[in-house]
């Protein structure tokens, strides 16, 4: 039985942004927080990769969605983002190309976004102001009522707001028809299926409640922290120290002593040290099938056989000394047929044939992420997961994806890089245990929604709680920031803390 006053020692394994927010919270709490982390950096995906050239990359995450959950983290230890970095506001906020000479720039200002619509499709201004009507119903439906639930049980969702609104969240309608509902102009409609790639999965197999995310984007802006995601990290990481939190770098948990059904010490490479409590925030299943027996595993191997991913991503980090005019902050390649490529990720998986693509200018908003005169472009190709990503086949897509961007420029772009890296699925299940070297998750399917993800507890382990991508409430940076607080909640429950 443990008493209010108690001092608690737990541990958080893992240091994205899932495992600070846990971080976080426990300390907020009143425990003692020790977090090991595999990588020499914390951030985890949002890690930056410093090149003696005086480039500054975000490895990972580079859309700054949904700032209002950002602001209730710094809120909840008395900060705003703006005591810790300067945001700003993107505008384009990304361009869709779709040719050569065929590009749609999506304007921050909402009523020049109407006017953008009204201009491809008549009568699509109204309705797009019905669409997002709906859209941000869900998003302050789904926000208050549903993210920040630990999805442990049925009885969760038992609100009356939540129960009369059930309809109106669509949970059972694809996006991808609902959206058909509103729009008949094909670039319309890519243009709002989008976003369900951030969700890892195709818009067709995607609940339509996650038009949340088309309010998120449009209605609530796409922003950028000055310094990039590391600022975030650094911010996030300064918070959890000033309460008392340590990291340990470089040092991957390797096992646990359990008894009666609790863990009491965690292996490290370097120490063992009793615990009261344990979040994990690596990768869910790497802790489930290796560094946990079978007798106290969530699950077995056929459950994870089972689970539809979200993508993993060939990448390409590039400096280039001279300045690109055309490019944007975010560019979005839809010059090929999505939904090609989004079979050849999820139902028939293979490297793509005619590969969509996305590529961020940092340095367009930056000055700090590149020298003076030069570019930071980061390159994104989705890709299924589990593939083999041997040197030659990255080289045959640099170059596929080169020509195409060089074409769209104008103007060369190879003949000018000073800094050239590549990062696939090898390398994210290398530095990440990631299963099946996923990048985003799991994906957000109806199956894999709420309930049924893969659970926050462990149904063996007293002590035991996840958080991350691969359990509630799914991929993506707000969700991990979520996730790490709801997860910390119920730990600091278990101990008798909240």
Known sequence: MTTPDQIHNTAVIGAGFAGLSAAAYLAKGGCKVDVFEKNADIGGRARQLTTPGGYTFDMGPSWYWMPDVFENFFADFGYKAADFYELKLLDPEYVMIFGKDETIEIPASMSELFTLFEGIEKGSSEALKQFLKEAAYKYRIGINKLVYKPGLSLREFADVELVKGMFRLQVFTSLSSHIRKYFKDEKLRALMEFPALFLGAMAEDTPALYSLMNYAGLKLGTWYPVGGFGAVVDAMKKIAEQLGVKFYTEEPVNGFRIKNAKIKNVYSDYQSKAFDGVIAAADYHHVDQHLLSPEYRNYGSRYWKKRVMAPSALIFYLGAKKKIKKLRHHNLFFDEDLSTHAREIYKDPQWPTKPLFYVCCTSKTDDQVAPAGHENIFILMPLAVGLNDDEDTREKYFDIIMDRLENYCGEGIRGYLDYKRS????????????????????????????ILKPSLANKKIKNLFYAGHLTVPGPGVPPAIISGKVAANQLLKYLGRL
């Open 423 to 450: 990062y696939c699925v090898s390398d994210f299940r290398q530095d990440y245990n990631s299963f099946g070297g996923n990048a985003y998750g799991l994906a957000n399917t109806l199956r894999q929604t709420a």
